[in-house]
């Protein structure tokens, strides 16, 4: 705005103080002064010439421009020659201070160059400095006073609900509404979304009591209804797909209708067994127990790794069978968890990554005798589990006791692990680089997960993630510029970087589940903060999908907060954030997260759905027009990512109750145990 006026006062002065036609061929100042995109000229449009002593400054494509270049250079040369030099010294200030108003502009734009966008093909063209589909104003959460302050200190960016139109210049939210173009879909409350990813709020200028009170006149049960069957069919939609081209395969291909193989143990259809069973989809259940009674063998000559058949093979087992009884789901689950035992014979007790299932061997992986942290000790709640149904203690006295090495390991920093373990010593390896994304993720998740599900008795669990939350709070947390989006950067060797991966958007979940378990209510404050800035990993991408990797801009002056690196710009239908949502939904009621999470499940569907069955994960979520199709879809689509939706949208705080069940870090509920086990 500061620039807006320096121009306005300097067209004052000009217009009072200067009678000259002058004729300029200038492209500068248009974007940075909001003006109109039709431009004639930036003095001109902010004061009508209605005095004759008024400097016309005009663009190419005007009358002026009939004849040839040597005239044009002299007729110029002459009008200039004419004036005096009080005049000459004011058109040059102006037009130095068109240069410096565009100048930010420009950097912004080159250096939005620099992340990548420079080789893709639908790239080749220069993108507009402003991106097509702009942050909607990041509105201080009502709870958090200290972010509020820092919300109005900044203010808004300037033209952050332009949107850009291709091909047509930018179009302002107002001006597309006022010539109908409301191309939105309409929201379950009946709002207007704007597909270009403004909220509601932002779009029609409500407030959420507003909204809120639409859907209370309206009917909240066919509303949630309708919601829930939105759900329902983007799994039966993406079940045909399973079933016609994939059916008892790992993971559908769905452009080519094919599959590919990781374990060959119908890793989709069982990761998706107790989603089929909470949405009610009983048909589908049905089958896919037969397919696990009849076809399903772990008797196979396979290399399993020991962290994923884990937690969505052995956890979907254990699920079902308590959601269902049938113990035929137990019988599977004993089997597949007493082949991946081999995993712990290693000399320091820390499992290797992998196991042959049918040969009853282990290793690490070629290259290194490694583990991953995250993997050694996110396997705990599903072996703790399994002792507890077979009476068994050796499922839980092999995870117990990597828990408790790496509870006493040095090399942590205030309770942040290193990524990596090594399997012959038991020590950290690759040590000073800490993060909560991909190798570290899940071991804060399930410390206070293993400390829920055994009934919060084990003390130095909890002790190590209140100390964990505590590090990320010290060493990992920032805000980003301009909007103050809160994050959890990375440290290496002492060295912060504001790169988060779309992992870390389990953590608003986990701090609210820890808040509502008994932690302190500071961690539900940060829980919001960061499922905030989750959300704005969605909204403010083309797509309206998030990247599996952002970096966020801490400089003073930035004009957007989030940069996407052209390796990261890929979705592969992850649930991390929707799975955030659900808990933040179930604990505090706020309905803004089931329209954030309405908003994910639409573009979903609009950008990764593949019409002849299945969904698909996408390279480039920054092209609505080129999302470059993965040809896969995860098996953690079905048996997270839509579970999680799901749930989000029932107000049924019962239908898998947080008070007796615990998510695995795959979403299969387990029970909290009992005060008697
Ligand atoms: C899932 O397999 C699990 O949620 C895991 O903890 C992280 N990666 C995927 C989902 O993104």
């Known amino acids: ?140 959460l009502p709870e958090q006073s200290s972010q509020k302050e820092l919300s109005n200190k900044r203010g808004p960016p300037i033209l952050q609900n332009r949107l850009q139109k291709k091909g047509n210049g930018t179009v302002t939210v107002e001006e597309k509404k006022e010539k109908g173009e409301e191309e939105g879909v309409i929201s379950w409350r009946g709002a207007l979304v704007d597909t270009d990813k403004d909220t509601v709020e932002a779009k029609d200028g409500e407030s959420k009591d507003h909204l809120l009170a639409n859907h209370k ?58 989603t089929m069973w909470i949405l009610g989809l009983k048909e589908e259940f ?39 009884g049938d113990t035929m789901f137990l019988d599977k689950a004993k089997d597949i968890g007493s082949r991946l035992m081999p995993a712990f014979n290693t000399p320091s007790k820390i499992p290797y990554s992998d196991v042959n299932i049918g040969k009853g061997t ?138 988060m991966d779309h992992l870390v958007c389990f953590l608003p979940g986990t701090l609210a589940l820890g808040a509502h378990h008994g932690l302190p209510a500071d961690h539900m404050d940060l829980a919001k903060q960061l499922m905030e800035t989750c959300y704005q990993m969605y909204i ?15 400089h003073e002056g930035s004009i957007r907060d989030i940069d996407v690196k052209l390796a990261d710009r890929h979705n592969l239908l992850r649930p991390e954030t929707v799975e955030s949502l659900f ?12 329209d954030w999470g309405w908003n994910i499940l639409q573009n979903f569907n609009k950008y990764t759905k593949v019409s002849s069955g299945g969904y698909t994960s996408i390279n480039n979520v920054r092209d609505p027009d080129y999302t470059s199709p993965r040809d896969k879809m995860e098996s953690f689509f079905l048996g997270e990512t839509l579970k999680y939706l799901y749930l989000l949208f029932s107000d049924d705080p019962s239908s898998i109750s947080l008070d007796e069940y615990v998510f695995n870090t795959e979403a299969h509920p387990l029970p909290i145990w009992p005060s008697t086990a």
């Not at 421009?65 to 004011?90: E, F, P, T």
């Not at 080159?110 to 509105?139: A, C, H, M, W, Y």
């Not at 589990?385 to 006791?401: F, G």
């Not at 505090?588 to 089931?594: E, L």
């Open 1 to 140: 705005m500061g620039i807006v006026h320096n121009i306005e006062n300097l067209t004052a002065v000009l217009s009072t103080a200067v009678t000259v036609p002058l004729v300029l061929d200038y492209t500068g100042c248009t974007s940075n002064l909001t003006l109109n995109a039709e431009y004639k000229g930036c003095v001109t449009d902010m004061h009508p010439p209605s005095r004759q002593d008024y400097i016309s400054i005009s663009l190419a494509g005007q009358g002026t421009y009939n004849n040839g270049k040597q005239w044009r250079r002299q007729s110029c040369w002459r009008k200039w020659k004419q004036l005096s030099r009080l005049q000459r010294s004011l058109i040059l200030l102006f037009l130095f201070m068109c240069g410096i108003a565009s100048y930010p502009a420009v950097t912004e734009h080159l250096r939005g160059l620099t992340d990548g966008e420079r080789s893709t093909e639908s790239n080749s063209v220069l993108r507009p400095i402003f991106p097509q589909v702009l942050p909607e104003p990041v509105k201080p």
């Open 217 to 274: 006149s309206g009917s909240s049960n066919q509303s949630e209804a309708s919601l829930l069957e939105a759900v329902k069919d983007a799994f039966r939609h993406a079940w045909q797909g399973y079933k016609d081209f994939a059916w008892g395969h790992d993971e559908l291909r769905p452009l080519s209708k094919s599959y590919s193989e990781w374990f060959g143990l119908g890793l989709t259809l069982i990761d998706a067994l107790d």
């Open 286 to 324: 049905e089958e896919a127990r037969t397919w696990v009674a009849t076809e399903l063998t772990f008797n196979k000559n396979v290399d399993v790794n020991l962290f994923e058949s884990t937690i969505r093979i052995l956890g979907g087992l254990l699920s079902t069978y308590h959601l269902t």
């Open 362 to 499: 282990a290793h690490p992986p070629r290259w290194t005798s490694d583990s991953t942290v995250a993997e050694v000790t996110s396997i705990q709640l599903e072996f703790r589990e399994l002792s507890r149904l077979t009476q068994d203690p050796q499922y839980q006295d092999a995870v117990a006791e990597v828990m408790k090495q790496v509870h006493k390991l040095d090399g942590k920093l205030d309770g942040l692990v290193p990524m990596f373990i090594n399997t012959n010593n038991g020590q950290f390896t690759h040590q000073g680089i800490f993060t909560l994304g991909a190798r570290a993720d899940s071991y804060y998740e399930y410390l206070l997960k293993q400390w829920i599900q055994g009934g919060k008795k084990e003390d130095q669990l909890l002790e190590d993630y209140v100390q964990a939350i505590e590090g990320v709070k010290k060493n990992l947390l920032q805000k980003s510029s301009p909007n103050g989006l809160t994050f959890v950067g990375e440290l290496s060797h002492g060295q912060f970087s504001p790169k």
């Open 540 to 554: 403010q991408m083309e797509t309206g999908l998030s990247p599996e990797i952002v970096h966020f801009n801490m």
């Open 583 to 594: 808990y933040l939904y179930r604990f505090t009621k706020d309905h803004k997260y089931q």
